[in-house]
């Protein structure tokens, strides 16, 4: 019945069973006996109508029995809220960023991924930090959420006990892309998990180029992949040179990916949309990005394919 994927569900699912249980029993007995009222009396032809007055014995009894089926569901949903603010002294923390629209993890040593990797049957700390506005952070089948606010310091914590991944979500409203603000968290082994650690390491010792920086300290990476999957933008995959079908003022034009079409993209992004995507989901980047910085993007997405082309013909 049970099928929360860490130590908490059971306590969060317990509460919501029986809180539901009993509000069904509520909704069906109270709609069964308000119609058969409204039929045994309704007004009948020869019957005279009696007047009640209030009952004593039946005010205690209905008071009595729904102040004790309520502070048992306070009871059981406590029981399954307390543990959620007792975090164990052991456990393992990580940062949680929340930016307009994707979700950072911070390691120790300030090691960043975009995926939330953990270790199985470990208790994990996630301390929740906002970069814009408010966001919320969900994990479905842990059953934890808790809003993450600029300026305040809130976490969560959990136990992963399945292998699996799982969805993130943002659960508070933050603006255009709310809806794209995914990620995913991956309950591994400790060795699997140690072994990625390693990687994280290695990875971050190789300095990241500017360009790259750039792209992914703006947001663009929330929208626009680096490696062909479609996202809510076309990716930037064999981008740079490449023939773009687009619509302008109503017709489709063809034009090529070269340094003034990315500059117009990013400042008049509505003007040419590519074909198959939808308009009005960027807005302009004119007061965020100079043209120096757009300049250092486009470096780096012509030798993005350069490098492509090298790998696809063996180089
Ligand atoms: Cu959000």
Redesign the pocket.
Known sequence: MFTGASNLAEGVDKAFAFTFIIAFIFIVGISVFMIWTVIHFSRKKGKEAKQFRGSIKLEVLWTTAATILVIIMFWIGWKGFAPMRKVPADAMVVTAI?R??EWEFIYSDSLRSRELVLPIDKPVKLELVAEDVN?SLFIPAFRVKEDVVPGYDNWLWFTPNYIGNYEIL?T?Y?GLL?SA?VANTRIVEQDEYDRWYQELITASFVPEPEGLKLLRGTGCLACHSLDGSRLVGPSFAGFYGSQRTVVAGGSTISVTADEAYITKSIYDPNAEIVEGYARNLMQSYRELLTEEQIGIMTEYLKKMVEEEGAQDTGL
Request: negative net charge; contains cysteine; hydrophobic residues 35%.
């Open positions: 929340g307009m629209w966001h943002c508070e933050c709310h603000m």
